[in-house]
Structure formats: C-alpha cells, structure tokens
C-alpha cells in the first residue's frame, strides 16, 4: 500500500518558507506511483497533534499552487513548539500513533533551529521503536546561523529588501543638504550579524552610505560610537548607520536593555525600546545632530515584493531535493547547500545528518 | 534670442516625484525652437540662490534621464525654504536678478503647499514688475491634502505602498493561531486621513485585517479604542490595528504627545515616542495580550520597488502640461487633476490659480 506524505512548516516566516513548501508539494504530488495522499499541517506539528491537516492537492487542481511561491507568510500557518527532551514522553507514541492512522510514510518539516530539533528528536524515536517513516528538515532562517550549510533560504530574500530599503533610506535621508544628519537603521538578527552586514550592499561608491555598520558579534562601546558619528559627519553631511538588533555590550547587556532601564511609561512600566531608539537619543544628547532612528521590523522577513529569484529557486529545489531522498530511504536529515563554484555561482544541495547528540545546525 | 528653463524639486521626496521631473525635463528638451537650455536647480530655490545649477541635456545624452523615471528619492535635492510674505523683501529682486543673468524664462517647481507658495509669491513678484517670466507649479504629496485636485502625484504609490505591506504584515502576524496579539501599524500623515485610510486596500474580505483604522480627522478616546480592541480580539485573535501618526484628542494634543509627555531618558530628556508606541503599551498594560507596533516609517513615502504605474504616468503627464502651458503664456498656476470618469478612469490636467490671496492648495 502507498503511504501518505506530510509536510508542515514552523517558527517565523521568510519570503521563501512557501517556496520550500511548494518544491516539497510540487515533487510529492508528481510521483503518484509512490504516493497516495499529500498533506499538509495546518500550524506545524502543534496543528497536527489536533488532526490540522489539508489536502495539498486540491490546491494543484484549482491553480493556487502556483501561486504560493511568492505568497508572503507561512502558507499552512507555524507553531513554536518544542518537543521535550526525554524520547519517552508520551507525546512521542502519540503522535505515531497518528502518523499511522493517517497512513503518513514521509514527513517533512521546514523551519529553523528548533524544527530541526524537531526532526531530530522524530527521527531518534522512529529509529528507537523501528518505525520506518522517514523525516527530513528543510532549514529556513533570514538569520542565516545554521552551520554546515553555505547559507540557508530565506536569507538571501531577507538581504535583498535590507539592501533595498537601506539604499532608499539613504536616498531620503540625502535630499537636504543644508544641516548635519544622522539616521540610524535597526535591522534583524539578534545574535547573527549576516542581515546587518548586508546592508553594506546599499553602498554604491567607497565612503557611501551606510557609512557605519554594527554587527552583534562586536562588542558595542557608546562612547566609541559616538566618536565614529562625529568623525564620519565630516565627509557625510547625512550619515546613515546600520545596527543590528542585538548590538551588546560583549558582556550579554543588549543596547536595548540600557533603554528599556530607562523609559518609564504612565503605567510605571518600563517602556520597551529598541536600540536604534536609544542611540538615537545618544546621538541628540551627545552631538545635538538632526537624528532619527528606523526600524526595518516584519517586512524584512517576509516580504514577496522583493524576493530573491535565487533564493526561490533554491528553497523549490531543497523541497524537491527532500522528497527524492526520503524516496531513496534517506531519514534523519536536514536539507544543506554545498557551494560548488562562485563564478559562475553553482550550488548542490546535500544532507546533513540530524541525529547526532550535537546538531550540527547549532542550538540556539 | 531663445529663453532657458531651470525647474527645482522640494519639500519631502515621494516615489513619482522624479516622475514630474522626467516629464518636464523631457517634453522641454524636445522643444528645440523653444527652449535654449534645460537646467535644474540643486537643493531647490535655497541652491538657486548659491548657483547651484546643473544641464540637464546631458542627463538625455548618457540615457540617465529615463533611470530617473524610477529612481527614488528627489534627484535634483530638496529644501525647506519659505519665501518672505512680504514681496518687498530684497531676496526676491535678488532671484530675478538671477533668472536674468541665466536669460531664465520657464521656471517649473515640484513640491506641496510650501512649494506652491513659493510659486505664487514669485508670480505674483513677477507680475508687479513687468517680468514676463512664466512661473508654474507642479504638486506632490503623498499626504493627497492639496484642495480642488482630485488628487495629487505621489498619494497612489505611498498607498499602493501602505495596502501591500499592511497585507504582508497583517500575513506575518497571522502565522501563529494559538495565543491573542495586537499588531499597531502607524502611518504617514499628520493631519490627513488618505494614507491610513489606504490600509483597507489590504482587505480580502469583510472582517479582514485590518480590522480597525484611525484617522486624524476624527477625535481618538483611548478608553473608546482599548474597548473596540478587546471586542475585535474575539473574532480575530490576530488583530492588526492601523492608525495614523497624527491621530489626537480632538483638542489639538496628538496621541505621541501623551507618549512624550512620560518616557524620560537617562539624560532626563523626553523619549520621543510614537503613537504607535504609546498605544502599544497601552493594550499592553489593559488587556495583556501580546502586542507590538510597526511604524512604516520613511519607505512609504520614497519606496521605488511598489511605485504606482498610473501614479507615475500621471506625475509624468504633468510635468509635460506644465511645459506646453508656460509655451502657451500660462503662469501662476498649479497644474491639478479633473477626473473625467471612475469606469473607464480617465483623467486630464488642468491649471489652478495661485495667485489668489487664498491659495486654492490649502495653506499648512
């Protein structure tokens, strides 16, 4: 008897999480002779552990799987669910208990850190009971901080509306000439510098803007900053810098964390505020400059008005890559990418193995 | 003896704003019999005054001038400068000093209700001493608060801009099913509704987010909002709130000013806080539902990647009616829209007086 694929997807969205989704689909629902249904859960395995599932080929038959590669979001909704530790919690015989039921052979997970613990902690209990179902990770993360992979989908996308939006922020900030400016831009990734670090890609010429670049794997000194501002608004009238979110002190204090000691709100709560906010008050206080603080927020994690063909293509084909593996009898994995060559740009999609007592994916 | 055409740009940039730039710039070149030289002014009046001029000719000869069509930002620069009241100020024959020293007899400036009283002040300089200079105005304002147009270049693609990413917003926030939260987007316009009330563009069906939208028009009672949230949460556990950046009492005291009137920083200065902000933490501490705030911040205003087709035909047709009606002897004016019809769309240009004592455009 054929078996039944399942695929969900978890933790935050990017603007290529449906991309994944849709290579996953797409090859499941092209092989009929290997399997009976395809289906999707509807708020990742939390959805499913109340019965949330789909049919995904309905959505074949009436067109709209096409249009969920550049559909923003995460198409079948996500949970932030942790399995716990211990194999021999009962919420393990449970839920085979329903991969059974519903006759599922192959399920495939996408997400970032924790559904890949996910997959890990599936594919050790399968291993342990002798359950034959076959489980495989597919990574995403703007954050880019899985390791043993070249970069992970998501990123790219992400980088690109950093990239964007910096230079058009530049762009604005640029139009008066007549006054000293500063205009700090707050960009994701609380513990990996790699979206900030993208945002050097708005720099058109040596000394354009962003002049200034924060990372959180750099220790933060206030006053150092502020010595960078003064001097770089000697050649850059209306200086833009870049931080990260979670710029620190190199002691585990975030910037953010000196604001929110601060602001107190009517409700004697501290207000919460971020450290673009807080280095913006630095900066009028220090240096009496013209200052505003943006905060690039959601958009830069999902945006589909900017997403990176490369990147879609990539998350399509570590979908497709998946499910010709678990196919194969591959279990266990997460989906990584191997960089071939830079020029031309070639890239091969491998497996990484899950199951190891450290996940090579990192732990955070 | 031919006469030379000089155009500036001012006040804040929108994402058609070079649009008017490219349709004036355009249609002058190819008024070789007309026109001498096309130059543009740099930082708008204020760089006039310091010669600050480039040939816009040789923007046409390296092909730039059809990049500028989508280039962000305001290419020739910008300013904030208000001409004296009073006509008798030297600064004026000062400028018509320079216009005949640079044999200028066209002058077109882009920009809002500041811009178009610096046009009315110089035609009307113009007409008390015999100058027959021909001045005209092009508007922009994504803020669509100019009267007697039906609208005004640069309002359709900050919408556009707004709809699409108060969707993706309204998508990322929908992921997680599980748990109540508020997301609070806050808009552009201070003392216009347009923008904001753009967000419903973001609908999909009745009841979609967002579910609520303020205006600065209407009166805002904190009470009255924490009671429509609380009543929203229950249909819509996701729920995306959009306000605009001016929403106020009704009195004259904006809602950010409640906000600024609390925070203080570690100088012992006011946290300058937003709205947004401010009612985060309001439905914070009233409700305890997880919540945020989203401030769109200067992309709505500048962004190129979701600029409005039409928006950009229509900047562009502008430019072009300004040019031939300054042939045709016309000046004074400001060029402004005549809906024709709603279905099919049609649209013409026509011209505005600005030499009233009221100008017709308003007077913030």
């Known amino acids: 008897m054929k078996k039944n694929v399942i695929v969900g997807q978890s933790g935050g969205p990017t603007a290529v999480i449906n991309g994944s989704l849709y290579g996953t689909v797409c090859e499941a629902l092209r092989k009929t002779d290997d399997f009976e249904h395809v289906y999707g859960m509807l708020n990742g395995i939390e959805g499913f552990l109340h019965d ?31 399995l716990p530790e211990d194999l021999s919690d009962p919420v ?49 993360t703007i954050d880019n901080d899985l390791v043993e992979t070249d970069h992970t989908p998501g990123f ?38 790699w ?12 000394g354009d803007n962003p002049v200034l670049i924060y990372l959180p794997e750099v220790a933060f000194d206030p006053d150092e900053f502020i010595g960078k501002v003064k001097q770089a608004l000697e050649d850059t009238p209306n200086l833009v810098v870049c931080i990260s979110e979670g710029i620190n002190d190199g002691n585990g204090t975030f910037i953010c964390e000196l604001a929110s000691d601060v602001g107190v709100d009517n409700f004697g709560h501290k207000m919460l505020t971020g450290s673009g906010k807080y280095l913006e008050n630095l900066v009028k206080e220090k240096l009496g400059v013209k200052v505003r603080s943006v905060e690039l927020n959601v958009s830069q994690r999902c945006s589909s008005g900017l997403l990176s063909r490369t990147d879609l293509d990539e998350a399509i084909a570590s979908g497709a890559f998946a499910v010709n593996n678990a196919l194969a ?30 996940p090579p994916w990192g732990t955070n």
Chains 1, 2 share one sequence.
Do not use: W
């Open 52 to 82: 949330k599932m789909m049919d995904m080929s309905t959505l074949a038959e009436t067109g709209e799987l096409e249009l969920l590669k550049t559909t923003p979001g995460s198409y079948l909704g996500s949970c932030r669910y942790k």
């Open 92 to 140: 393990f015989p449970h839920l085979f208990e329903k991969f059974k039921q519903y006759n599922i052979g192959y399920f495939f997970y996408i997400g970032g850190n924790d559904s890949m613990d996910t997959v890990s902690k599936l594919s050790r209990y399968a291993s342990q009971t002798g359950s034959d179902i076959r489980i495989l990770g597919l990574p995403k």
């Open 156 to 193: 790219a996308s992400a980088a690109k509306y950093v990239a964007s939006t910096v230079r058009e922020i530049s762009i604005d900030a640029s139009v008066y000439d007549n006054k000293k400016s500063v205009t700090i831009i707050e960009i994701m990734g609380r513990h990996a510098g």
């Open 195 to 206: 979206l900030a670090a993208s945002s050097v890609l708005a720099r058109k010429f040596e």
């Open 329 to 358: 009898g591959e279990t266990g994995y997460m989906i990584a990418f191997e960089r071939i060559s830079d020029e031309p740009y070639t890239l091969k999609c491998t497996l990484k193995d899950g199951n190891c007592s450290e």
